[in-house]
């Protein structure tokens, strides 16, 4: 797919469209995904909010009509489907405003499809959250497979030939270099790839997984794990998604052919140990008299929506996202991460020191101890690599005598406990979340 083709289809979708495509040029944004002119996704709230407005229309039944269609890149770009998540898992723009913004432009009925698509992400975040193990056990296989992949020359070679895109299966093939040029993928074409890849190419689901998560702008420890790990079969026992060439075809428009022949079976991977889940731990209060820091971090980056519990005297935040992203996707967080900052410095009136991510703990400690705090808040962090390095910066500063103090939004607090059986239970609690 040619990168100017990519970026001119998706700009031409709306006029409102054009004008956020544009707005990117005119504000001299650094080209944050890798592709030439202008971006396609939204790298700040503005533009998140302007993307989001500008689907509003399309967020009812046309939505639960078509979502599962995926135009592509070229042509006219996609209509059925947002394309917010970039934005959404960064929270540039929140799970809660998205929700509520589709429920007053349709009603909650007609606008039911696109909720719950929201809600997936809440459920799938409130899943891992009292299931880190899960997390923890995936991070250790992509480590062990990585090192087989040095001792595996088969191993080794079908790997590579899948990630370079020359396995012979048209769509696959073309997936591999869409993800690479734009960093995102329709849910269909995720799910059908990661079908492939386990069932038809029999690689590892964890490789997988750590492929998306190195590319995708929208890489997100929770949807993209469990993601995987559903079409695996892992997450609903014994439940599989098999992509078949017939579905590829039709929800493609007849983009690809599918002619090389795909698994017509799945095989069963090995049952994993069963996690329970854990209650959601209670978060230490912020003492509302001391002098406070705010921590921006990449996990949420609309701090200004937040009710914070003591009053802000300085802003520091860190260029660190975790893993081993791809240039696309850690200059699209970083871009993200400067609006973030820029919005919060307006907001409470004072500017914030960017930290190196080598030696954040001693910058961190230097940084609270010039500006005299004697706490940290910051917003919480879900499991996943952020989260690891705010457990370790908090450890630190704690021993130094000064509190980190972590922050959950009402929705995440409100959503997570309920994500301990199945989705179809979840959803139940969606109007308790909207109400
Ligand atoms: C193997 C696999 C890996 C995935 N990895 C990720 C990931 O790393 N990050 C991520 O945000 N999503 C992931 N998803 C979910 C889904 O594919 C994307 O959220 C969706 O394609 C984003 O496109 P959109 O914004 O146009 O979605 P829309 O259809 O417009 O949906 C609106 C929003 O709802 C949320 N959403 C929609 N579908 C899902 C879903 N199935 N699960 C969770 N949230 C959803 C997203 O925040 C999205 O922006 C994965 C799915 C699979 C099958």
Redesign the pocket.
């Known amino acids: 797919m040619p990168r100017a083709h990519a970026a001119a289809a998706k700009a031409s979708r709306s006029d409102a469209q054009d004008t956020v495509a544009h707005d990117h040029v005119a504000h001299g944004q650094p080209v944050a995904n890798g592709l030439a002119g202008a971006m396609p996704f939204p790298t700040t709230r503005a533009d998140a909010l302007n993307q989001l407005n500008a689907?509003l229309p399309r967020a009812g039944r046309a939505?639960a009509a078509r979502?599962n269609f995926d135009e592509g890149p070229g042509g006219q770009g996609?209509t059925?489907?947002?394309?917010?998540?970039?934005?959404?898992?960064r929270r540039l723009v929140t799970?809660e405003e998205?929700a509520r913004a589709a429920a007053a432009a349709h009603g909650p009925e007609a606008a039911e499809k696109?909720i719950q698509?929201?809600?997936?992400?809440s459920?799938?975040r409130g899943w891992l959250e009292a299931r880190p193990a899960v997390w923890q056990r995936y991070c250790s296989d992509v480590e062990r497979l990585e090192q087989q992949l040095a001792l595996n020359s088969g191993l080794a070679k079908a790997y590579a030939d899948a990630v370079s895109g020359r396995t012979g299966i048209d769509c696959f093939d073309f997936w591999i270099g869409e993800l690479a040029e734009t960093g995102?993928?329709?849910?269909h074409a995720?799910?059908s790839?990661?079908s492939i890849w386990i069932f038809t190419l029999r690689l590892p689901w964890q490789l997988?997984?750590a492929h998306?998560?190195r590319h995708?702008l929208?890489?997100?420890?929770a949807?993209?794990t469990l993601?995987?790990r559903?079409?695996a079969g892992l997450q609903t026992v014994g439940k599989t998604?098999l992509a078949s060439a017939e579905t590829i075809r039709r929800t493609s428009g007849g983009r690809f052919t599918v002619s090389t022949p795909l698994a017509t079976s799945a095989h069963t991977l090995p049952a994993e140990p069963t996690v329970h889940p854990t209650a959601l731990a209670a978060l230490p209060d912020a003492e509302p008299d001391a002098r406070t820091g705010l921590w921006l971090h990449s996990e949420d980056l609309s701090p200004e929506t937040m009710a914070w519990p003591a009053a802000i005297s300085a802003i520091t935040a860190v260029d660190a996202i975790g893993g081993d992203p791809a240039d696309g996707k850690r200059a699209a967080a970083n871009t993200a991460l400067a609006d973030g900052v820029a919005r919060a410095e307006a907001h409470w009136h004072c500017p914030a020191a960017r930290l190196p991510e080598a030696d954040m703990e001693g910058a961190m400690l230097d940084w609270a101890r010039n500006n005299d705090l004697r706490q940290i808040m910051t917003p919480y962090a879900p499991v996943g690599p952020v989260a690891d390095r705010v457990a370790a910066v908090g450890v630190w500063l704690g021993r130094k005598g000064i509190a980190l103090v972590q922050q959950r939004r009402d929705w995440d607090s409100a959503a997570w406990p309920h994500a301990t059986r199945g989705f179809f239970q979840f959803k139940g609690h969606i109007p308790e979340l909207l109400a």
């Open positions: 689907f939505y979502r996609r059925a489907v947002s394309e917010l998540s970039p934005a959404i898992r799970e998205a696109f698509e929201i809600c997936w992400r459920y799938w995102y993928l329709h849910n995720r799910m790839f990661a997988g997984a998306f998560f995708l929208d890489a997100c420890p949807s993209n993601g995987w559903w079409v998604y």
